[in-house]
């Protein structure tokens, strides 16, 4: 994932970053739950920011 942060992530990277496996954000995706997901051609693609706005909104209140 060289230079992350100035592209758009494929689903490995979202894999990777999230720390899950892609049969597990494929899944997700096909629930409708998980982050955002662009469809570029034939490809997936996901934007950085919209991955951890994601991530945060899944955050657990502290009880």
């Keep these: 994932m060289s230079n992350r ?3 758009t992530w494929t689903p490995e990277d979202v894999a990777e970053y999230l720390g899950v496996p ?3 954000l494929y899944r ?3 629930i409708g739950y998980g ?3 662009a469809r ?3 490809h997936l693609r996901y934007l950085p920011e919209d991955v951890r ?3 945060h909104e899944q955050q ?3 009880v």
């Design 53 to 55: 706005a994601w991530l």
């Design 28 to 30: 997700w995706r096909y």
């Design 60 to 62: 657990e209140p502290v």
């Design 35 to 37: 982050p955002r997901a």
């Design 40 to 42: 570029v051609g034939r």
């Design 5 to 7: 942060e100035n592209r």
């Design 22 to 24: 892609i049969s597990t």
